[in-house]
């Protein structure tokens, strides 16, 4: 599987927007990135995904490079809420599972 | 949108006892579903896949015997931790893919195991 790597933190102001980045160098032309978060005690959840253009839904926007090798999760008004780990996953084929890295724990201060 | 739940929540349990716990798909059919454990301050590691109707794949290292999956319906996935000690102690988490490739996966809630 092609593997990503995050930031291990990343620290953010309240009301502020976030912009954590992954780099997929190594992705594949049918490689989907996913972008996951769990908050303490909680499984994870769905933030959102893409192939090849940008996406926005009502969480966040993802923003992926031209090349692919990269893309950035971007939290337009961070939250007390938004606390948590994130993690940035590739999936290439329907039905299986998530292969999970370390993600990137952020901090939103207030 | 599709809802995955899990029970029970929190589970405390003596050592050598066998600790059962659910996997439900709520709304849409499941014919596979994953298992993670996760450590404390540790990533989520893909313990197996549960196929309904036949047998579990397990991840290499994950022992069978023990970690007992049964996917006896299309909702329903189930995870046996048999004879449990004490370093079994760990977040279970369940999820299940809806079968696109363009989809967004569903997690349960998770089941925090503590073996006494």
């Known amino acids: 599987d092609a593997k990503t790597t995050q930031p291990n933190s990343m620290e953010s102001n309240e009301e502020e927007p976030v912009h954590l980045p992954c780099n997929h160098s190594t992705i594949s032309g049918t490689d989907y990135i996913h972008w996951y978060r769990q908050l303490p005690s909680q499984g994870p959840e769905y933030v959102i995904h893409?192939?090849?253009s940008n996406v926005n839904n009502r969480m966040a926007s993802l923003a992926i490079a031209e090349d692919r090798k990269s893309s950035t999760l971007i939290l337009h008004r961070a939250t007390l809420r938004d606390a948590a780990v994130y993690y940035c996953?590739?999936?290439?084929?329907?039905?299986?599972?998530?292969?999970f890295g370390k993600g990137t724990t952020l901090s939103v201060s207030s | 949108g599709a809802v995955v739940s899990q029970h029970p929540s929190r589970v405390i349990c003596k050592s050598g006892t066998s600790v059962k716990i659910e996997c439900r798909s709520l709304?849409?059919?499941?014919?596979?579903m994953f298992w993670y454990r996760q450590f404390p301050k540790q990533s989520l590691m893909l313990m197996a896949t549960s196929n309904e109707g036949s047998k579990a794949t397990y991840e290499q290292g994950v022992e069978k015997d023990k970690f007992l999956i049964n996917h006896a319906s299309l909702t329903l996935s189930t995870l046996t931790v048999t004879s449990a000690h004490p370093e079994d102690s760990s977040f279970y988490i369940c999820s299940a893919p809806t079968g696109s490739i363009n989809e967004k996966l569903f997690f349960g809630s998770g089941t925090q195991l503590s073996v006494l």
């Open positions: 709304d849409f059919q499941a014919t596979t």
């Open positions: 996953i590739l999936r290439d084929q329907a039905g299986t599972a998530l292969i």
């Open positions: 893409g192939l090849t």
